[in-house]
DNA sequence: GCCAACGTTGGC
DNA sequence: GCCAACGTTGGC
């Protein structure tokens, strides 16, 4: 099983917003950047474990758990032409963007800032310090159960 | 709102 | 295949 860290902007979805979902799940599509394509469709696994990260606001930082019900997909983002995300180049044949489904586990007790992420010395190798960009990144063992006990 | 970082596009 | 121009992300 794998750890990883999902960035959203809270403004479009918050972990609230999965805390909440209806069908108890989210899709996670909307994700245009190739490397992090790559790891959805190739290493992100049914049962792995999530940081949900808000990123773009005004509280900076991970906000809680969840983890992958559905492994990747072809993302249905990229073959509606009324979607942001519609992808004129993608067929079923030629599939080019995936997405995975989320369900939701739990708020952290202390939500953990980006400024607490950048003092604790055992996170400085996070791709989230290292590869400002990234929306999907893989997060070690170590640094998962770190950031749990910090937010729990 | 600003701006640095950086990924993508497209001309050559 | 290089690289300039451009667009987007994301912290502050």
Known sequence: MAYWLFKTEPGEYSLDDLSIEPKGFAVWDGIRNYQARNLLRDKVMV????????????HVGIAGL?????????????FDSKSPYFHAKSTVDNIVWYCVDVSYKSHFKHYLSLAQ??????????ALLKQARLSIQPVSQEEWQLIKRYGS
């Open 47 to 58: 049962g792995d474990e999530v940081l949900i990260y808000h990123s773009a606001c005004k």
């Open 66 to 78: 969840a983890h992958v019900v559905k492994a990747a997909y072809a993302d249905p983002a990229q």
């Open 117 to 126: 992420i950048k003092s604790i010395p055992e996170l400085q190798n996070m």
